[in-house]
Structure formats: C-alpha cells, structure tokens
C-alpha cells in the first residue's frame, strides 16, 4: 500500500514564526503537491514537485515556498506564519502526470496561527 | 479548470445504494473522470476513474453518460463507513477539487 505520511496532525504557531510542514512517501512516486483546504473552498493548490530540486507554482502560491531535496520528501515552507494561513494542509503524491494517475494523500496537517 | 457540479449534501439509509450525480458539461476528449471521497479526519482517498465506458471496482461503479457531460458514482450498498464527502474531478493537468457532496447515511 501506497503510505503518504505528515509530520504533525496538529500544529499551533505564533504570527510570523517559520513554518516546516514535512511529507514523506513511501513509493518512490516521481509527483508530490502540497495542498490546503479550506470550508467552502475545497481543496486548492499550493505547490507541485515532478522530480527532485523540480518545483511549479499552483494556483495559491503566494506566502508559501517548497523543498525538494530527496525524491520522498516534499517540505512546505510558510516564511512568516499569518493568520490567514490558518488551514488545513494536505500532501499527496503520484506516480505519473497522466490524467488517468491516481493521486494518493497523506492524513493532513490542521495549522493553526495565532 | 474543468469545471464540475455536484449537490452539496445527499442523504442514504444504511445498505441501500446511493447514487452520486455530477454534472461535467465542459468536458473535453481526453478528460478523465475521477471520484475521490474524503472520510472525516482524513486525507481524500480514490474511489475509480473512468474515460468513456462505465467502470466498476471493489469501492464502486462509475456510469457515465454517453455524451460525457454527466456520471454518477453508486455505491451498491451504503454503510456508515461510506459517510464522506464525495468529490467528482476532471483531471485537466492537475486534479481540481471542487467542494464535493456530502454524503449522510442513515442507520
């Protein structure tokens, strides 16, 4: 089974602290994104990685950056936590960029910025 | 974007089946239609895809109409498992998901 792991499921920061949000996959998948979701936003897209040091801009980039150093891990970066960053955020990783490719996600990390 | 609509919430008994509509009508040729559903507390998991022909896995069937513009997702017998939100996709380059329908079943 495909595993797609988060570092937290729950984290509490400070306004303008830097953030580290950590994923991890276990299937050596070329793709990984990051996302946050949001109530009556549905999910939106951050970031996207297709290879190692690879990264493309989503659809809501702005106040947020991404590492890619190994093929497993993606980290997202929050600069300077605001507190409209407060979210839920959610990795996931594929195999290909097909539009048949099936997306698999990790359990999601709540951040909540004070 | 590709663009879908799905009701915001449907209700289900328990072990009867439950049909999930989603209407595409900007589809495109070569657009996949993907359903993934997203339990409480959890990541989105896959549910099935399908291209032009109706699909069946251990989750679910897929039917899609023959002019493409439209499926529906059925689950052939509801369980409380099977509360979640629902959410149809086309996958145009990247996966947009949309807000979903929020499935209820009832005991």
């Known amino acids: 089974d495909v595993k797609v792991t988060q570092s937290s499921r729950y984290l509490v920061k400070r306004t303008g602290e830097k953030v580290f949000l950590e994923c991890v996959q276990d299937?050596?998948?070329?793709?990984m994104f990051w996302y946050r979701q949001d109530p009556g936003l549905g999910l939106r897209l951050i970031y996207f990685?297709?290879?190692?040091?690879?990264?493309e801009k989503g659809d809501i980039p702005e106040g947020y950056s991404v590492s890619r150093e190994k093929k497993e891990r993606f980290s997202l970066i929050l600069e300077s936590a605001s507190t409209n960053q407060t979210s839920m955020y959610l990795c996931?990783?594929?195999?290909?960029?097909?539009?048949?490719?099936?997306?698999?996600f990790g359990p999601g990390t709540r951040l909540t910025v004070l | 974007d590709a663009k879908t609509t799905q009701p915001n919430s449907m209700e289900s008994n328990e072990e009867e089946p439950v049909h999930l509509p989603c209407n595409h009508s900007t589809i495109s040729g070569t657009d996949y239609i993907h359903w993934y559903r997203q339990l409480p507390s959890q990541g989105p998991e896959y549910v099935i895809h399908?291209?032009?022909s109706n699909v069946n896995n251990r989750m679910a069937s897929l039917a899609i109409a023959e002019d493409r513009k439209s499926s529906t997702l059925i689950l052939h017998r509801a369980t409380l498992r099977d509360a979640a939100v629902y959410y149809c996709i086309l996958r145009d380059g990247q996966f947009y998901f949309g807000t979903g329908t929020s499935l209820t079943v009832i005991p």
């Open positions: 990685s297709y290879d190692v040091k690879m990264k």
């Open positions: 299937m050596d998948h070329e793709n």
């Open positions: 399908g291209l032009t």
């Open positions: 996931a990783s594929s195999l290909g960029t097909d539009t048949f490719d099936t997306q698999y």
